[in-house]
């Protein structure tokens, strides 16, 4: 069994090829997202907001981090191989 991940974008966090005048880029129609431990940068499409799994998540976050995110994107309270699980899911549809 494979992953198929094609619209998941993993960029490391802070890069200094992205940086721009107004901070990291983030492709039109995708929204950075930080997860993990280690607050690992994902880049996803903004189609999966409205997908239910991936509003569970978003309620966690509210719930855990209110609306302030320091680090410029949504920071997701979950492990990276469950937002990488879900994300694979989320793209197969």
Known sequence: MGFRIAKLIRMPSFSKTQETAKGLEVPKGYLAVYV???MRRFVIPVSYLSQPSFQELLNQSEEEFGYDHPMGGLTIPCGEDAFLQ???RLSDL
Do not use: A, E, P
Request: charged share 35%; net charge neutral.
């Open 86 to 88: 879900l994300t694979s």
């Open 36 to 38: 993990g431990d280690r």
